[in-house]
Every structure is written in structure tokens, then in C-alpha cells.
């Protein structure tokens, strides 16, 4: 006779071909797909049993499995059950799976359960618990972040007025750990300081953050490849950490994030219905105070662990450290480039390399600098400047022809006009030292070059030292020297230069008077 069992559907359905059908076993082991020796046993202990088809069809499962198989008794029940919170935790860790909590459990019970019944311990006890635990976050995997609908307040100090801000909450998947804090709006901002200070309140970066797509965080909304906000992409690319948005109207893509934010609304919140705030900063203060208690409360679906202990446990050491540098948002802005090469931000001009000029470039602007950048590609950086209309320029940007002009260096300009004469270098410094006002004397000192570049080196040399003999020390004398050609007349008592004879009627020369 067969010890094998079927399910009490298929025995009744055995003993119903047989008895009530009267097919023979073949049959019935063709129709059941079962062999022939389950059919024959299954019949043959029913007979044994003396029931007939009218008496099995009133039996109950339970009764008629007795009846021909005698109380169940399961190896099982003696065997050591797995415990499938302690399975819930070890899941969180990375690399951590089920098959390997099973031979874990071999080893230490060799007569334990089987791999799949010790599977379905878990999923039975995993079945039963609430949503929060349903999804599977492994340790330094996922940061869940998101705004709470129900906003607290502050009073305004100038008007009395009540005054809604809003509550950033931020989840760590695997252990739950909690920070929150209240932010003035939802703008880009304050959504990426809090991002910012979450991180830096667990003490490490997950691999992904999974915000919802609120506008602070995508531009364009989508289930399968939002748009990012630009300076919220920079801040992944900062903390080298993937950004997920949730897909909208799944639920279950954030639900950790949801509890989360009802739990900080139930025990945070909550609190705070009675007390009065007149700053952010004392709200934030208060708030701080309840999340340190929020977790440090024991879980019970955790068996009594709190946020800070699981936290502790699994999911510290994971997180990668923060980088050095804090990250430092920024305002992006698209502005052409004028003719001078430099480029508007906020009031103030910039200068970016002279090739750029009439092109369109992007700005980001911090709070201490703006960078320039032209096709993806940064091409300048400079100090921030609140100066409403004013201008800062790197020398690197200036187009070779303007640099001189740009350094206004008299000594730079001194060195030029030695190369060219002595002449030219003593009317440089004649000019440069007179009273004029610094700007103008650069300007004339400046000219002489653009003197030089019309009239060539030897007659500007000419030029300056006629115009020093007669006391002039002005650009002006120099040019009109130069345009009247009075620098190609001998200097008067110039030795050097011979006199010309007159030739005159009434002129009779030095021969006249010989003899």
C-alpha cells in the first residue's frame, strides 16, 4: 500500500471515479495523473476503514484525512523554528539572503526545516505584518525624503499673525532612522538644505534617495525618467548618490517615506499643538529635542528595538562618509555676453574669455561665487559681488590689445617707451608725472603708443624730443608735431645739421666779397 498522501480534493475525487463512476484504476490514475498504486492504496485504506462514498461525501477534510491516515504528526513540529524577525533584520544587511540564513541554520540545527518550509516560516510571518515592513530595503541602499500635508507654525513677531511652515522629513529604509526639520517654503532652497542637513544628521550617504516629485525636485514629471531640478542633480552628483524619484501614484514607491511622516506627525507634531514658536530656529530647536525621543523609541513590529539601535545595527557602517566639502547650492540663470565679454548676474558683470563675446552662456551663482558656463563647459569663476552695476574681470579674459590698457601699470608702460628712444621714455614719464588727474595721464602717456603705431618709432622719437626742448609735456604737442612734420625741421642750434644756401636775386653769396 502507498504512503504517499494526496490532497483530501483528489482522494475524494479517487473514491468517486471508483465507487460512484466504477472506472477502473487506470482510468483513474489517467484522468488524476496520479499512478496507479496511489489510486489502488488510496481505495484499498477506505475499504479497510469500511466507508463507503456516502460517508466519505458527509466527512469533513479534517475527519476524513483521520479516518484513513490517522492524526498527522510533523517532524516539523520538534524541530526548531526559525526566528523570522531575526530572518527580517539579517535581510537588511547587504548580501545577505535567504539561502544563506538557511545553511546559517543548518549548521547550528542539521535536523532543521527544509529550504522552502523555512522560506514559508518567513513569508507567513512577513505576510501578516504591516506595510511598513512589506518592502525589502537593504542596509545604505535608499534615503526616502518628502514634505508632511499638515505644516507646523511660528507667530510672526511684527504682526502676530499665525504663520505655516512646512515639515522635510527624511527615512532611511532599512533601519528607519528619522530626521526631520522645518523649512521656511518647499522652494529649491530650503527642499536642498534640508537634503543637505539630513545627510549630514545620519552621518553618511545611501546609494539612492527616493524624493517625491514635488517641483523643488523634478521639472518634469514622469514614471519612467523624470527631469531632474538642476541644482538638486548637482547635489547627487556632489554626494556621488543616485536620485529615484517615487513614480506618480505609486504609493508603495514611498511608503516608507508616508509612515515616516505619520509617525513624525503623531509624535512630533502632536507635541507642538500647544506650544508657541517665534522663530524658525526655536521650532527647528524644539523639534530636535522630539526627534532624539522619536528614535529612541522602541518599535514594536522590531521586537521593542529603537530607530537608533537597528540604526546602529545594520545600517551605519554601510552609508559611504560625506564628502569634505559641504555642498554649496546654487542658482542657475542663462545671460548673454556683451561686447566687452562680460556677462550680467544679478546686477553685477562678470567677464568670461573675450572669444565668448555675443554668445549665450549659463550662471550659477552661490552665495560666494559664479561660475560661467558655456555649453556644458565652465569657463570662468569669480567672487560673488553685490555691487549693483559694477564689474569684475580676469586679466586672463581680456583680448591681447586691451590687457595693456587693463593693467594701467606705469612701469609696464615705461619699459614700452624705453624700447622704442630715450625721447619717447623721458615725455612717458614727463606725462605720467604731471598734474593731471592719474586716469587722464595714463590716457596721454597711453597715446603715444597709437602715436607710435601711425607714425612709426624714429619719427616718434624725433617728435618727443622737439616737443621736451620747447617744454611741452602733452600728448597733444607730441601728435601735432608729428601731423605738421615740424620733427623732419632741424632742432634750432642743432651743430649737426647743415644750413641750406639761400637762393635769392638780391642775395649775392660770400663769393662777392672775395678780393
Known amino acids: 500500500m502507498s504512503k504517499e498522501r494526496l490532497s483530501m480534493r483528489k482522494i475524494r475525487e479517487v473514491l468517486r ?30 475499504t479497510v476503514r ?104 511660528i507667530i510672526d513677531t511684527a504682526t502676530g499673525e499665525r504663520v505655516e511652515v512646512e515639515l522635510f522629513v527624511a527615512v532611511l529604509g532599512a533601519s528607519n532612522f528619522t530626521y526631520a526639520e522645518a523649512t521656511a517654503t518647499q522652494r529649491v532652497p530650503d527642499w536642498i538644505g534640508a537634503n543637505v542637513r539630513a545627510l549630514e544628521y545620519v552621518g553618511g550617504v545611501p546609494e539612492v534617495t527616493v524624493p517625491d516629485q514635488l517641483k523643488s525636485a523634478v521639472t518634469d514629471s514622469s514614471a519612467y525618467e523624470p527631469g531632474l531640478q538642476r541644482t538638486f ?39 507642538l499643538r500647544n506650544e508657541r514658536f517665534f522663530s524658525l530656529e526655536a521650532l527647528n530647536e524644539r523639534i530636535r529635542e522630539l526627534l532624539e525621543e522619536l528614535n529612541d523609541r522602541p518599535m514594536k513590529k522590531y521586537g521593542g528595538i529603537s530607530r537608533r539601535e537597528l540604526f546602529a545595527r ?32 544679478d546686477g553685477h558683470f562678470y567677464s568670461v574669455p573675450s572669444v565668448l563675446a555675443f554668445e549665450e552662456i549659463e550662471a550659477r551663482a552661490t552665495a ?76 596721454s602717456a597711453w597715446g603715444l603708443r597709437e602715436l607710435c603705431r601711425e607714425y612709426g618709432p624714429e619719427r616718434l622719437e624725433r617728435a618727443c624730443e622737439r616737443s621736451l626742448r620747447f617744454g611741452g609735456h602733452s600728448y597733444k604737442n607730441v601728435e601735432r608735431i608729428l601731423k605738421l612734420r615740424f620733427d623732419e625741421q632741424p632742432l634750432p642750434g642743432d651743430e649737426t645739421q647743415e644750413r641750406a644756401p639761400i637762393q635769392h636775386g638780391n642775395v649775392r653769396g660770400g663769393e662777392y666779397y672775395i678780393n
Request: proline share 5%; net charge positive; charged share 30%.
Open 50 to 153: 469500511g466507508l463507503t462514498w456516502e460517508q466519505a461525501e458527509q466527512r469533513s477534510d479534517e475527519e476524513l484525512e483521520q479516518l484513513l491516515y490517522g492524526v498527522r504528526t510533523s517532524a516539523a513540529e520538534e524541530r526548531p523554528k526559525p526566528d523570522p524577525l531575526y530572518l527580517h533584520m539579517e535581510l537588511k544587511k547587504p548580501g545577505v539572503t535567504l539561502e544563506l540564513l538557511h545553511l546559517e541554520y543548518l549548521e547550528k540545527h542539521p535536523s532543521g526545516y527544509r529550504y522552502t518550509a523555512f522560506c514559508d516560516v518567513y513569508r507567513r510571518w512577513l505576510g501578516r505584518q504591516g506595510l511598513v515592513m512589506r518592502q525589502q530595503h537593504k542596509a545604505g541602499e535608499k534615503m526616502f525624503t518628502d514634505f508632511s500635508g499638515k505644516k507646523p507654525w
Open 17 to 46: 471515479l471508483r465507487w460512484v463512476q466504477h472506472r477502473s484504476v487506470r482510468e483513474v490514475s489517467r484522468a488524476l495523473g496520479v499512478s496507479t498504486g496511489i489510486v489502488s492504496g488510496t481505495v484499498q485504506r477506505a
Open 314 to 345: 545594520v545600517e551605519r557602517a554601510t552609508l559611504r562618509p560625506l564628502p569634505e566639502q559641504r555642498f554649496e547650492p546654487g542658482e542657475w540663470s542663462s545671460t548673454p555676453v556683451g561686447a566687452d565679454y562680460h556677462a550680467k548676474v
Open 233 to 271: 542633480a548637482e547635489l547627487g552628483r556632489h554626494y556621488a548618490m543616485a536620485i529615484v524619484p517615487a513614480r506618480p501614484g505609486k504609493a508603495r514607491d514611498k511608503a516608507k517615506v508616508e509612515v515616516g511622516v505619520q509617525v513624525a506627525q503623531r509624535w512630533i507634531l502632536a507635541r
Open 368 to 443: 560666494t561665487t559664479v561660475e560661467l558656463f558655456h555649453k556644458n563647459r565652465r569657463v570662468a569663476a569669480h567672487p560673488r559681488s553685490d555691487e549693483v552695476g559694477g564689474s569684475t574681470t580676469d586679466r586672463a579674459h581680456l583680448h591681447p590689445q586691451h590687457r595693456w590698457w587693463a593693467d594701467k601699470d606705469p612701469e609696464r608702460l615705461c619699459e614700452w617707451a624705453a624700447s622704442v628712444g630715450s625721447q619717447v621714455e623721458a615725455m612717458t614719464r614727463a606725462i605720467l608725472s604731471s598734474n593731471f588727474h592719474r586716469e587722464q595721464a595714463w590716457r
